[in-house]
């Protein structure tokens, strides 16, 4: 089997949630860490990482982003090992679940990392280190200023700032804390197998657990297990999974449907105003999450990521829609769908 050549970095979470599902899956794959890639490698529209290099339907390599439908594309493309559950509405939920994960997570992610300075001194000398070439202590210096400016002038996008900061940081919290408590009874999120939910999760956490300095001190205190969770899904392939390793969509376990209960407490708010204000052509999203007030840059790729649920969620039969309702019952996720 060719091995599929990706290119990333250790530092961006999206790219450690997709080399995990490569070794969880057991697809061969080549990493090559951003900067190091061939000048000839076709390039992304736009340049996020992780960029696959994919054949298309004649043969042509095209360079590839954006994980979510990736996996999608995967499921299909390999078989064995899938990671979206075969019930279809046990796979809304994961859907939901990897969402959160990349969409909401992230700004935990992206505030922890550039809003304290013990964060940014340490990222700042971190991520350029993992690029291309050695560095001697003033260009380390100079790139890590230039880096962590041009981050920390996109923290407006991810709606990180005084207003927010709190919000953010209360939700991380209490996301960890739920997390800790299903797994004491449970390896993942839906079951005894890990879904594209897992590994969205696992993204995010990959820094906020392991990288980051206050983050990844806090989780370290109030979660052992999520730690540990984030050290073991960090390479999956060698763990065996049976078919029946999901959940009953129709009997969850009550730590499951806290944790979506806490997505629907504050992304749903989000996914719902910023859509608004896409639509309207607003110039900031204004709108008020867990109680406190809530202003961000509008986002159009997450007007698309509430479409896409809104799709997932209209395609699905009578008794799987009863089936999403009833696990969504009370949370802020009731009327967002249909
Ligand atoms: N929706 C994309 C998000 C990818 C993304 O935003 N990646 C970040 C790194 S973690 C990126 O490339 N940011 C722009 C940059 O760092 O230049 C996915 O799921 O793959």
Redo the contacts with the bound molecule.
Sequence with gaps: MESLPLIG?PG????RKMVALLRYRRIPYRYIYRGREPADWPRAKV????TFILKDADGTAQAV????PLIRRFESAYAGRPVRPPSPALAFLDSLLEDYG?EWLTKAMFHYRWAYQQDIDHASGVLPSCGPAPLDDDSLAAMGRAFSGRQISRLRYVGSNEVTGPVIEDSYVRFVDLLEAHLKSHRFLLGDRPGAGDFGVYGQLTQLAHMDPTPSTLTERRAPRVYAWVWTTDDLGGIEVADDGWLDPAALPETLLAILAETGRVYAPLLLANAAAVMAGAQSVETTIDGKPWSQQPFV?QAKCLGWLREEYAALGETDRALVDKALAGTGWVGVFG
């Design positions: 970095a961006s979470p999206y790219t340049p996020l990482l992780p982003t954006d994980s979510t990349d790729y």
